[in-house]
């Protein structure tokens, strides 16, 4: 698994353009939150690239994100893309590693 923090539209951009070729993960986290912490240990263990983004460093981008996929912000939340296009989103409890896997697993069968 690779972990790459972005802040910005190009960070953005570089996940987009990583999603042509395979299922990635945005992930949207508090540094000040308990249950975003839990989240961030659930998602150290996917096997899919992970795009972090920090809400309160980053806000203008989650605003970004919310709107271009038009997927309400939550905290934390994960959103995965494949050929650019959200295939699944959660946030809070539902951020686990078994969600993660279940919702790509067809993607990685075929």
Known sequence: MSYQSIDSTDGLQDALNQSQSEPIALFKHSNTCDLSAM???????????????????????????????????????????????PIFN???????ADNIH????????S
């Open 39 to 85: 989240a961030k240990q659930e998602m150290a263990t996917v096997d899919i690239p992970v795009f972090e983004l920090v809400v309160q460093t980053a806000r203008p981008l989650s605003n970004h994100i919310e709107a271009h996929f038009g997927i309400r912000h939550e905290s934390p939340q994960v959103i995965l893309l494949h050929q650019g296009n």
């Open 90 to 96: 959660a946030s809070h409890r539902a951020v686990t």
């Open 102 to 109: 279940s919702a790509i697993e067809p993607l990685l069968a």
